[in-house]
C-alpha cells in the first residue's frame, strides 16, 4: 500500500494557484487542496492524509474526512512536520511505502530517516497535472467514441448500422 502524507500548509504556499486563493479565503484554499488531492487519490489508488498546523485553526487536534481524503489538524503546540514524523513512524511496515508531500528542506531530511520517500510540492502539482490531462484526454476520447444513438450499442452493432445506413447491407 503507498500512503502519501502531505504537508497541508506547506503545498498551499508552493502552489501559486493556491497560494492566491489563501490571500482572499484560507478555507477554500484548503478545500481546493483537497479537492485536486482526492481526484489524486482516485487516480493512483495512494491514500492520501493531509495535515494541517494548528497554528491557523486554534482549538483541539481534529481529524475528519472529504472527498475520501483524510484530513488532521494537529493539537496547538505541534506542528505538521512533526505529526507527519509521527506518522510516518507509525504507518512504515514491509507493506507499505510512505511518500511525504513538502518542500521544507529540513522535513524531507527528516522523513528519508524514516524510510520515506519525498516528494516537492513542485513534483507533486506537475504529478497532479499529468494525471488530469489524461482524464481529460480519457473523457474526449470516450465523447468521441460515443454513438450517436440514444440507445446503447455494441460497436459490432453501430457497425452493422452504419453500413445499412450508407447502403451497403
Known amino acids: 500500500m503507498d500512503i502519501l502524507l502531505v504537508d497541508g500548509y506547506n503545498i498551499i504556499g508552493a502552489w501559486p494557484e493556491l497560494r492566491e486563493l489563501k490571500k482572499k479565503d484560507l478555507s477554500a484554499a484548503r478545500d481546493r487542496l483537497i479537492e485536486r488531492l482526492a481526484d489524486y487519490q482516485g487516480y493512483t489508488g495512494y491514500k492520501v492524509i493531509v495535515i494541517f498546523d494548528a497554528y491557523y485553526v486554534k482549538g483541539i487536534e481534529r481529524k475528519y474526512r472529504n472527498f475520501r481524503v483524510d484530513v488532521l489538524f494537529t493539537r ?38 524514516q524510510g520515506a520517500l519525498r516528494k516537492s510540492a513542485r ?26 444513438s440514444k440507445i446503447p450499442l455494441s460497436k459490432e452493432v453501430a457497425e452493422i448500422f452504419e453500413k445499412w445506413r450508407r447502403g451497403e447491407g
Open 76 to 113: 496547538e503546540n505541534e506542528t505538521a512536520d512533526e505529526r507527519i514524523e509521527k506518522l510516518a513512524i507509525e504507518m512504515n511496515n514491509i507493506k507499505t511505502q510512505i511518500h511525504v508531500a513538502t518542500s521544507d528542506y529540513t522535513e524531507q531530511w527528516a522523513i528519508f530517516g
Open 123 to 148: 513534483e507533486l502539482l506537475n504529478e497532479i497535472n499529468a494525471i488530469d490531462r489524461k482524464i481529460e484526454k480519457k473523457l474526449e476520447k470516450d465523447q468521441q467514441v460515443r454513438p450517436s
